[in-house]
């Protein structure tokens, strides 16, 4: 029987160094019977394109990678403001939408209004904050409960909140979880 392939979504490329990053986590993968795919794992040539072609050109191979997996494994710690990264909710959306489960994790454990809160006491602008107690954005939600998938929450120490790998191996024990059970079913 051959493994699952679960893309591996997050701002992980914009590390200082993603592939090491992701050989940490493909590996942590495959300790739970999972073949982790990396947005990087295209291999494109970007050399010759212009930076707007070049974006598209990864956003197309992403969208590749998501249809070749089996489940999608998504990084929302908040990055660059109190949210997740827009290109991984992006594909959470893409992923629930081809009908594959997501499983969703985040190095942060407050909820999504306490961290938006904070990020706009310094800049009050009078709009409303969604304020549900959930992790995130309602939709980010709704669309990995919807798909059977979970979200883990581990609040890392400040200097390893884009890397520490504790909530994605917990992220990994449901997804196993999940898969188990529908073999078995």
């Not at 997050?10 to 795919?37: H, M, N, S, T, W």
């Not at 908040?78 to 959306?93: H, I, K, L, Q, W």
């Not at 939408?97 to 942060?108: E, Q, T």
């Not at 454990?109 to 954005?137: C, H, K, M, Q, Y």
């Amino acid at each position: 029987m051959t493994r699952p392939r679960a893309y591996l979504a997050g701002p992980d490329v914009f590390l200082p160094d993603p592939k090491r990053a992701a050989a940490a986590k493909k590996e942590l993968c495959l300790r739970y019977g999972i073949d982790g795919v990396f947005p990087l794992d295209a291999e494109l040539d970007l050399g010759k394109l212009a930076p707007r072609d070049a974006g598209l050109a990864i956003g197309r191979a992403n969208e590749s990678l998501i249809r070749s997996c089996q489940l999608v494994i998504a990084n929302l710690t908040p990055f660059r403001g109190p949210s997740a990264d827009p290109g991984t909710a992006y594909e959470v959306g893409f992923a629930r939408a081809l009908g594959l489960p997501v499983f969703g994790y985040s190095n942060a454990a407050t909820d999504f209004a306490t961290r938006a809160r904070a990020f706009v006491s310094e800049r009050p602008d009078g709009l409303a904050i969604e304020s549900f107690g959930l992790f995130d954005n309602l939709m980010l939600a709704n669309a990995i409960e919807e798909s059977g998938g979970a979200l883990v929450a581990v609040a890392a120490p400040e200097a390893e909140l884009h890397t520490s790998l504790a909530a994605f191996e917990k992220c990994l024990e449901a997804a196993r979880r999940r898969l188990t059970a529908s073999r078995t079913a």
